[in-house]
């Protein structure tokens, strides 16, 4: 089973930044879409930033402009730079990652959460 280990979250003032990571444990799987989910205390789970295998990136009308996706597919490893952060920014972070053993089936896999809080 894949395991996506995530670093990089906490506290941050308003204004602020945060480097993000996640690396998918080390398999004969390859990954083709990379990046992650947010759930704010009560509301809905919404996409933030995707990048394809290809390092085609998309973003959240929300954070675009303020936050950068990247990845470094040797590494299986997928970044996210968040700059100019806002308080509606605070949220449970979730990495996923589209993977497949071969030519198999594309499954997505996710990380466990990682609390990002924007904060005075």
């Known amino acids: 089973q894949v395991q996506l280990v995530e670093s990089g979250g906490g506290l941050v003032q308003p204004g602020g930044s945060l480097s993000r990571s996640c690396e998918a444990s080390?398999?004969?799987?390859?990954?083709?879409?990379m990046g992650w989910d947010r759930q704010p205390l009560g509301k809905q789970r919404e996409l933030v930033a995707g990048?394809?295998?290809?390092?085609?990136?998309t973003y959240a009308d929300s954070v675009k402009g303020r936050f950068t996706i990247s990845r470094d597919n040797a590494a299986n490893t997928v970044y996210l730079q968040m700059n100019g952060l806002k308080p509606e920014d605070t949220a449970v972070y979730y990495c996923?990652?589209?993977?497949?053993?071969?030519?198999?089936?594309?499954?997505?896999?996710w990380g466990q959460g990682t609390q990002v809080t924007v904060s005075s």
């Open positions: 996923y990652a589209d993977g497949r053993r071969g030519i198999g089936r594309l499954t997505r896999y």
């Open positions: 080390k398999t004969s799987m390859s990954f083709n879409a």
């Open positions: 990048i394809s295998s290809g390092g085609t990136p």
